[in-house]
């Protein structure tokens, strides 16, 4: 039960560091990719009716962690505790930036795009580092473990805006997500490689796959690649980090007890694939790329 | 000052900023929806004028209420890892679940509804704001489970120093539990009320104004017809808004007597602190302002009878001390004393404006009472007085709890993290304080902003002959 527990909490933290790992990548990239305030709003929006759902995942994976391992979400938080109010604060101003960017005043949007890109960057970056740490208990592997997150967050950003647009936005974005994925090769090889798990090798796989098929123009097909590539990473980070979450504490020693987890078991079975279920419509509801004039045109309540 | 006061002072800080902003979305979202579904049914352009006007002051408070809620899951395992893994078995389950069954759903319907307008059919669309705010009262629910049961813990046994959970429905259906739910849902409703009731008097104001029509007039017979039309508007706003105070004003004082009943039994402490009571009282009176006592009231208040023995703070310490070891098992009198009176005070004096304001504007059709100029000034001055009393009631409710984080089970002071330093809680403690009050201002900036600018679109009455009349610099 502990491990299928495990298995689950892992599973949270994917889905948040596929979802909103191309969320972060789309704010970091937004004044790169975007020329013209019209286009801004176009890079934006593809994330825009998504990204506060794709942030539930996280809140959802902690909460899990607090019921499940109660020992492991306290450990976790409080032996990271100023990384964890840098995220915080960063999912804060994000938050809020991409929530008030509409409201605001024409002067007053640079200010707003700051936060977005701060807060964008700077997660990507802290979640590999925090993991790095945990792992491996060094400075370097600190800073690899949040360039391999903040890189990935990149090129999958990347990858998304291409897939969602049309126009001169999608031709920059396909041409930054490939240079990107190049020049990253390095990183990216290296900290999989030290990560030295199986899934860690079809991450390898499916990174230079991705990056070839954005160079092809096949951005769906590249950004599956770049999906699954975050999804083997977190698998091998987790595989890595079992039974051992924290240095000196077992999951086993961390759990609750079988009431709370059978009861967890249940409740998750019968509420996941609904989400799953609603989530996936609204990303069909909205599946149509986007083009700068017709994201102004629009009617939303923003 | 060492580490626990600061982790008490961040949890404080950011949970204070929390509920001025939650309360406001709960009731707000759903006052959204009710006029979504009023235009829905009735195709009346002006409800979906309402709408949009009020859905977007409610998206420009919902941000706030959500990423000031991040800081709320993550810091019970920062400053405050013992109590995490203490009650992790009990709480941490109330809190996935909220996280599982409400914030999904609040999310991801939200940003469908805010970017649905021309992609979904109208009934789709609607149904995605009722998701949506279904979602936010399903979370107070089970935050509220979560936190009823720090105060009156049930469902649970102690096993090698942790709580264990041994009755998830004993939890969910804690008595302190079904009281306190409806009265903090019930009175976020208030709130919501409150700021509507503001902004709508605001904007009668305004129009009046714009139209000469103050102070000269009483009344607004001579008004143009579109004119007319767009008072009419904030009119059905206001009205909605008193309807909705006085019904929830009604449900916060119910389950607020109920509360106070569970106070006498469950949390004796609480009550004898909110009340000053220093001595086991049969009789007990209460001072609803100090200097005014009205004899037996407050044993007739908590248990019902006017001769039922209230416990004193004096005998309750002796108690608790006999039972627990020495220690200070008093709290924070003053701040308990004062939240439970502006909590009362102010919290009817919310729901007495909603009642006056109903049956000043009786009538309908070609019957109804316009809005009294001075009532339109009073709903606008008003607007702190709900906040103020929610705000209170909190302050009560958590502080009044102390020297407990678990009631009987777990200190506070034996709740914080032990391997944070000082260093570490006050750097976050100024960084969170510094964020939340920059953020609290713009927030406030641009609801002024966008209540003063009023509705995007041009109201289809207006567009008239009429139009000269109110030249925007008439407004300013």
Redesign the interface.
Known sequence: MTTFWFIVIAFLWTGYFVLEGFDFGVGALMPVLARGEAERRQVL?TI??????N??W???A???M??????W???????F??A??MV??A???R??G???RG??RARETPLVDAAIVTGSVLPAFLWGAIFGNVLFASAFATVMGGLLSLGLALVHGAVFVALKTKGPVRARARELAWVAGVVLVPVVAFALWRLDAWPAYVAMATYAAGVALVWGGREGWAFACTAVTIVATTAATFLALHPEPLPGLTVESAA??P??LT??TW??LI??PG?IA??AW?YW??RRRLTAPEVLL????? | MDALDLARWQFGVTTVYHFLFVPLTIGLGVFVAGLQTAWYRTGKEHYLTLT?FF??LF??N???G??????Q??Q???????Y??????????P???????A???E??????????????PKKLHLATIWAAVIGSNLSAYFILAANAWMKHPVGYEV?DG?A???D?WAVLTNSTALAQVPHVVAGSFVVAGGFVLAVAGYRILRERNATGLIPRRKDFADVTAPMRREVDMWRAALRGALVMTAIAGAIVALTGDMSGQLLHTQQPMKLAAAEGLRHDTAGAPFSPVPGIEIPNMLSLLSAHDPNAVVQGIDDIQQRLVAQFGPGDYVPNLPIVYLSFRVMIVFGLATVGLAFLGLFLTRGRGRRARPVPTWFARLCVLALPLPIAAIISGWLLSEIGRQPWTVQGELLTAASV?P??SLT?VA??LG??TL?YGV?TV?EAI?LIR?VKAGPDEPMPAVVSDDTERRVPTLMY
């Open positions: 929006r825009g009716p998504v990204w506060d759902g942030e539930v996280l809140i959802t902690i909460g899990a607090f019921a499940a391992f109660p020992a979400y306290a450990g976790f938080l409080s032996q505790y100023l964890a109010v915080v604060l999912l804060i101003v938050g809020v991409l929530e008030w409201k605001v609750s007890a009431y709370t009861i967890l409740i998750g509420a996941l989400v609603y989530q609204t509801v909205f629009e009617s939303r309540s923003a | 949009k859905g977007k998206l420009i919902f941000a706030m959500v990423v000031t809620g991040i800081v899951e993550f019970f395992g920062m400053n405050w890892s013992e995490s893994i203490f009650v992790g078995d009990v709480f941490g389950a809190l996935a679940l909220e996280a599982l069954l914030f999904f759903l999310s991801t319907f939200l940003g469908l509804w805010i970017f649905g307008w021309d992609k979904l096993v942790k264990r959970m041994t998830l993290s391997g944070v570490e750097i976050s960084l969170f964020v953020l713009a641009l966008h």
